[in-house]
């Protein structure tokens, strides 16, 4: 059995919990991180040399860092598109993987921050990466191949914090069409609908 150390209203822990919905894997979940009415407040910090949220115990052995859980998770479970056997295939879901948690969540991250502390911030990085984001989605469901995968599941919670401009009196609002119906197409799925809108909200 897979034991989550983690929260339902952290952005990298929803990654974990949509991925187990998709591949059907039932799994135990100690609260753990800020806010959380953890049994052992102290769990995580011994087991990750991080202390951050989630991690993950399959046995004796402990994964932490969102991104290599989902991959570690996938590469247990019966063969699924969301992660194909194909090297090539995997290389370029990892490249939307590592791309994401360098170029477009620190930015978005300390934007929030700052936002939720009243002040201005630069958001030049951020706004450069969703025009990224953008341009690549245009002619295409999903960001590798016609279907989804990890590489969706680990970008969704930034595509759905795209509404920190919607109603944004700092920044005019840029033209993001395929992001818009990227965020959209990824409504179409019930973990993303429960584990990102409905928990990040
Ligand atoms: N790069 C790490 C970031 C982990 C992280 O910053 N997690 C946040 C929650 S999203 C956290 O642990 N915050 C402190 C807390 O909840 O105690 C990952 O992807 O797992």
Same mark, same amino acid.
């Given at each position: 059995?897979?034991?989550?150390?983690?929260?339902?209203?952290?952005?990298?822990?929803?990654?974990?919990?949509?991925?187990?919905?998709?591949?059907?894997?039932?799994?135990?979940?100690?609260?753990?991180?800020?806010?959380?009415?953890?049994?052992?407040?102290?769990?995580?910090?011994?087991?990750?040399?991080?202390?951050?949220?989630?991690?993950?115990?399959?046995?004796?052995?402990?994964?932490?860092?969102?991104?290599?859980?989902?991959?570690?998770?996938?590469?247990?479970?019966?063969?699924?598109?969301?992660?194909?056997?194909?090297?090539?295939?995997?290389?370029?879901?990892?490249?939307?993987?590592?791309?994401?948690?360098?170029?477009?969540?620190?930015?978005?991250?300390?934007?929030?921050?700052?936002?939720?502390?009243?002040?201005?911030?630069?958001?030049?990085?951020? /706004?450069? &990466?969703?025009?990224?984001?953008? %341009?690549?989605? !245009? @002619?295409?469901?999903?960001? +590798?191949? #016609?279907? *989804?995968?990890?590489?969706?599941?680990?970008?969704?919670?930034?595509?759905?914090?795209?509404?920190?401009?919607?109603?944004?009196?700092?920044?005019?609002?840029?033209?993001?069409?395929? /992001?818009? &119906?990227?965020?959209?197409?990824? %409504?179409?799925? !019930? @973990?993303?609908?429960?584990? +990102?809108? #409905?928990? *990040?909200?």
């Amino acid at each position: 059995m897979v034991t989550v150390y983690g929260r339902r209203n952290s952005s990298n822990c929803a990654k974990v919990f949509w991925l187990m919905d998709e591949l059907d894997q039932p799994f135990t979940l100690e609260p753990a991180g800020r806010g959380a009415d953890a049994r052992d407040p102290e769990a995580v910090r011994r087991l990750s040399p991080t202390g951050t949220v989630p991690v993950v115990q399959m046995g004796d052995q402990v994964v932490w860092e969102s991104n290599a859980i989902l991959r570690c998770l996938a590469a247990s479970a019966p063969a699924s598109p969301l992660w194909p056997a194909d090297p090539a295939a995997r290389g370029t879901i990892d490249s939307w993987m590592d791309w994401a948690s360098i170029s477009l969540t620190p930015p978005l991250g300390r934007l929030r921050k700052a936002r939720a502390a009243g002040q201005t911030a630069d958001a030049t990085a951020t /706004l450069q &990466a969703f025009g990224l984001l953008d %341009r690549h989605l !245009a @002619g295409r469901s999903y960001l +590798v191949g #016609d279907t *989804l995968t990890l590489a969706d599941i680990a970008i969704a919670p930034a595509v759905f914090r795209w509404r920190l401009w919607e109603g944004s009196a700092q920044d005019p609002l840029p033209d993001v069409p395929n /992001l818009l &119906a990227y965020r959209d197409r990824l %409504r179409t799925h !019930a @973990g993303y609908r429960q584990h +990102v809108e #409905d928990a *990040l909200n």
